[in-house]
């Protein structure tokens, strides 16, 4: 089963650690870094999913980024 996690706060190194102790694999859309923000997964929380599924996570950067062009 897929975990909840708190999309939009959580982080990607965050939810990659809790989607691997549930069994799955986390796949990203792009380069994402540690501390990138976890917008969306490809699988909803509580979606009956098996052991070794790949999880794909959307990020943005955080707010924090040196890639930010402020």
Known sequence: EVPSIDLGTVTFKQAKKILEAKGLRVVSDS???DD???MSMSEEAG???EKG???TL???PSLGSSSDSY
């Open 36 to 38: 990138d923000i976890v």
């Open 47 to 49: 979606s009956k999913v």
């Open 53 to 55: 599924k790949a999880i």
């Open 58 to 60: 959307i990020t943005r």
């Open 31 to 33: 380069m994402a870094k």
